[in-house]
C-alpha cells in the first residue's frame, strides 16, 4: 500500500499541479470556419487538433496536462476542456457552450490534488469545478455532467465538469 500511494501522491500532489507555459497552441482554418489549433509541446507541433485559438490556460497535472481554450468568436463564446498524456494525445475533453450564448473566463484557482475551480460567466452560472481523475471511471454516455456541459459519446471519463 505504500508504494502504491506514494505513486499517486507524485501524482496528484500540490507541487506537481501547477500553471506551465510548456504548452502553446497553433491556429489552424478549421472545418465550415470552426476556430481549431495545432498543440505544441515545449515548441514542437504534436498531431493533436483541438477547438479554439486562445490557450486560456495550460495547467500541469503530474505527467498530464490540463488545457483550457476558447473559440474567440464574439457574442457566442465558449469554452473548451482537454486533458492530455505526455506526448499530447487527447485523453479526454468536454465543452461549455450554448448557441448565441457568450462566457467569460477568469480567476483559475488550483485546488491540489486534482481539482480546479474557474469562473465562466455562462448560462446564468459563474463558478465552475473540474475534477482531473487518476483513473477513467464509468459514464452514462447520453447523461452530460451538466447542462450545456457537452462531450463526446464515451464510456470511460478522466474529468468532471459541474457548477459550483
Known sequence: MGER???LESIFCGKRMEV???IALGPLTGKAGKPEST???RGHKTQTTV???VL???IRCGSDWLLFTSDDVPYEEGLS???LDSRGVILDSAHLVQPYGTGIFSDVRLQPPNQVKFN???NGRVAWRVVVHSRAKLAIPWLPDQYGVWRSRRCLRRLSVHSC
Open 56 to 58: 486560456e490556460v495550460a
Open 120 to 122: 465562466f460567466n455562462f
Open 81 to 83: 476542456i482537454y486533458l
Open 5 to 7: 500511494w506514494r505513486r
Open 20 to 22: 506551465t507555459s510548456e
Open 39 to 41: 498543440v505544441l509541446i
Open 51 to 53: 477547438r479554439g485559438h
